[in-house]
């Protein structure tokens, strides 16, 4: 974890006045240089490879049960999971809180709905996750096979077609091509809205929820002739409702598809492409499950690599029936769960995944007590993770002058910030900052700064000019973050530097003297 080192500036750095640039050849063979203005400072900062970024679409997500209450946190022992001869919270590093419930849960009955009951089980269990500093994510799931009754029975009381569970008669699930099932959910969405479409509770939404365990496959519909169109329904319903929350798709080869094991089915890379145009971001639910994560899963990724953040999930589980030794890698041997976590991980690192799962229970244990190294691995490599390795600021101005601030970054994550999503719409972006007395009072945004294309081993190059009009002589701090415009330039992600170097999110860079 480097400090911050103060040197004169002396040299050219490569960019362009109110850009953000690649460094390149590019710009070599064009002259783009900027000349140190008289009085720069320029710092050097090294990366924090060990602190839990909590940061946005990135770093581990934990599940929690659908049954559970909110003393979990103790009763499953994820306030003191063994590492080594130590313990750990789980939650002091996963940034996202995962639940797949049920609509029934949610809204037990028409219009009732358990955010707005403060003795609600679930909305306690939520909460406790918001107090730990962790966001939400949610997949509602509808279809009550294998399960229980996942959708209200008020929708099949007004009406709705659908059928019965052969191995569990009593558990009934609506047709998704139902127009009183797809009524009644909108509204359902709508409400859900009201209360979660807020990106400051809740990280993504898992925003398809049909099929089998609400994977995206293996769905039964009325009329198997109304699937694209019952996928164009749902992906255009999230789309409109949720605005401000990245939603998520299942990249299956079958998805929509009433079977779950075959071939690829021809139309799935459209329908995934459709959701795509219209804002959905991946995941996939069996990462390191190699008879399930196929190649066509991973020619997906790949395809979508840096375009669109991806989410995993573990396949393997292990107890029960999921017997992880008979993957047909043969990479997995009987006995040695930490065979499957390594498994995930390179999996993951091959797919570029901007997070990753720790899953529930055992699974949650065998992270933390037979692959410890591969979490704090993850947190260091995983995802995106951003710093300044340069930044370049006048030490003193005239003023009312104008001056030129520049700042070089770098992604030392596998992944990439994904502020090209249209729920982000490039939101962050750089920002420098003049403190006076301990506040800001002058913020100078790189409104031309596109973090999205910031990826290892690629150096981004940032300037903006700025004008020192209205401001007072005096003495000032220079500090820079990377801010949300949505949100008054104040900071809105975490930096990779150490965190003694920050305050509130700030990077002392320098002080400047206007005169």
């Not at 419930?101 to 028409?110: F, I, L, Q, R, V």
């Not at 898992?206 to 609400?214: E, H, I, R, S, T």
Request: charged content about 25%; hydrophobic content about 35%; some cysteine.
């Amino acid at each position: 974890m480097g400090k911050g080192k103060l040197c004169p500036s002396t040299k050219k750095t490569s960019g362009r006045i109110n850009t953000c640039k690649r460094f390149g050849l590019l710009l070599i063979s064009l002259g783009l240089a900027f000349t140190a203005q008289a009085g720069d400072v320029s710092v050097t900062f090294s990366p924090d490879t060990v602190r839990v970024l909590r940061n946005p679409l990135n770093g581990w997500v934990m599940y929690v049960g659908r049954t559970w209450d909110d003393n979990f946190w103790t009763t499953e022992g994820y306030d003191a999971i063994s590492v080594g001869d130590s313990t750990v919270r789980v939650s002091d590093y996963a940034n996202t809180c995962y639940i797949r419930t049920s609509w029934s849960s949610m809204e037990p009955e028409e219009g009732k709905y358990f955010w707005n009951d403060p003795s609600s089980r679930l909305g306690k269990l939520l909460q406790s996750a918001l107090r730990r500093g962790m966001k939400l994510a949610f997949r509602i799931v509808v279809d009550s096979r294998d399960q229980g009754q996942n959708t209200p029975l008020y929708v099949k009381a007004a009406g709705a077609k659908g059928f019965q569970d052969p191995g569990n008669p009593k558990n009934w699930s609506p047709y998704p091509d139902d127009p009183v099932f797809q009524q009644k959910y909108a509204k359902f969405l709508r409400a859900l809205a009201s209360e979660y479409n807020d990106p400051d509770k809740v990280d993504f939404i898992d925003a398809f929820g049909l099929g089998k365990w609400g994977e995206a496959h293996g769905v039964v519909y009325g009329d198997y002739a109304n699937k694209e169109k019952v996928f164009d329904w749902i992906t255009t319903l999230y789309t409109k409702t949720f605005t401000r929350i990245p939603l998520i798709i299942n990249y299956h080869r079958l998805v929509a598809d009433t079977v779950s094991w075959a071939a690829p089915h021809p139309r799935s890379q459209a329908l995934l492409e459709s959701a795509i145009e219209k804002g959905y971001s991946l995941r996939h639910d069996a990462f390191g499950m190699t008879g399930y994560y196929q190649q066509w899963e991973k020619d997906f990724a790949h395809k979508w690599n840096f375009r669109r953040p991806i989410i995993m999930e573990g396949g393997w589980i292990t107890k029960a029936h999921h017997r992880y030794w008979i993957d047909p890698s043969g990479r997995y041997r009987e006995g040695h769960s930490e065979d499957v976590r390594l498994g995930e991980y390179i999996d993951a690192q091959e797919g570029r995944v901007n997070m990753m799962d720790l899953r529930i229970n055992d699974e949650t244990r065998s992270w933390f007590g037979q692959a410890f190294g591969l979490v704090k691995a993850f947190v260091a490599h995983g995802g995106y993770r951003l710093y300044p390795a340069n930044v370049t600021l006048p030490g003193e101005a005239k003023a009312g002058s104008t001056v030129t601030l520049r700042s070089r970054w770098e992604n030392i994550g596998w992944g990439y910030c994904p502020t090209n999503i249209p729920q982000w719409n490039q939101k962050y972006k750089v920002g420098y900052a003049l403190f006076k007395d301990g506040r800001p009072v002058r913020v100078f945004v790189d409104t031309q700064s596109d973090l999205s294309t910031w990826l290892k081993g690629n150096p981004a190059d940032c300037s903006v000019t700025a004008t020192l009009d209205g401001l007072a002589k005096g003495r000032y701090e220079w500090k820079v973050a990377l801010v949300d415009t949505t949100k008054a330039n104040r900071p809105g992600l975490d930096i990779a530097v150490d965190a003694a170097l920050l305050q509130d999110k700030w990077l002392k860079v320098t002080e400047m003297t206007i005169k």
